[in-house]
């Protein structure tokens, strides 16, 4: 007989360890493996889902009276599974590889004419830059290995965005992170929103950042300025957000 815990009262509580089992494990993708996720606080979408901004959760509990939210921008709603979601095999949880909470800050340009225009907005402590300006608390239990963050910038004046980063201090570490940023699209989630920057852009100095380890990521789309405008929204106002990044 399997060795499964049994629950006492009709209602689940909702305690991880009894959702534990030695034998009965569902197979990962499906519907129960994804249901089992959700009961643990974990957001988990299908495949052909618009990540990272359609997802289920679980919702209500602090009111205790939980329920399966389907979130999409603007549109939260009960989700009552589909035949086709319960016969998939697609589920996927959504994490972030890298999230940190970011105050954006502004620089201005040396211009006589101009000396209080705004040249940059965002987060940086590059030693490239004269002047240090954000606050950015990085989360150090990342899914790559980035360590740092120097810079995290939109510079409308030269229509680019920049993502300056340190890895763990070893080639391959370091390695690893320029496949990542070239072979892959960069998504920033904010607030329920999704920017995607695409794959990094060449730049004149290669793949060095900032540090002996550093690596330089750098974007010019539609989509970096709408982060842009964003990072200067922010610093206006003086929120902090969380920023979900994921490749």
């Keep these: 007989m399997s060795d499964v815990n049994k629950l006492d009262d009709k209602q689940c509580p909702f305690d991880l360890s009894k959702y534990k089992s030695n034998d ?23 495949s052909n889902w618009n990540f990272p ?38 589920w996927e949880q959504m994490d972030c590889m890298l999230s940190f909470d970011l105050a954006s800050g502004s620089s201005v340009a040396r211009n006589p004419s101009k000396p209080n225009e705004p040249l940059a907005w965002g987060y940086i402590i590059n030693t490239d830059w004269d002047n240090h300006f954000g606050t950015l608390n990085i989360e150090p239990n990342n899914k790559v290995d980035i360590v740092k963050v120097w810079a995290f910038i939109w510079n409308p004046v030269i229509f680019y965005f920049n993502f300056d980063v340190e890895t763990k201090p070893d080639a391959e570490s370091r390695q690893k992170v320029i496949e990542l940023f070239q072979n892959n699209d960069l998504r920033v989630t904010v607030g329920g929103i999704a920017y995607n920057l695409g794959k990094t852009l060449p730049t004149g100095k290669g793949n060095w950042g900032a540090g ?7 974007s010019r789309n539609t989509e ?13 106002t003086g929120q902090t957000k969380r920023f979900c990044l994921s490749w």
């Design 24 to 46: 009965v494990v569902a197979p990962i993708g499906s519907l129960p493996w994804a249901i089992i996720q959700v009961y643990m606080g974990k957001k988990v979408y299908r």
């Design 53 to 90: 901004v359609e997802y289920i959760r679980l919702a209500g509990v602090t009111d205790s009276n939980p329920y399966i939210e389907k979130y999409t921008p603007n549109n939260p709603t009960h989700w009552q599974p589909t035949q086709e979601d319960m016969m998939a095999c697609d």
């Design 212 to 218: 002996d380890y550093g690596v330089v990521f750098q």
């Design 224 to 236: 970096t300025q709408k982060l842009g405008t964003l990072l200067q929204q922010m610093q206006q």
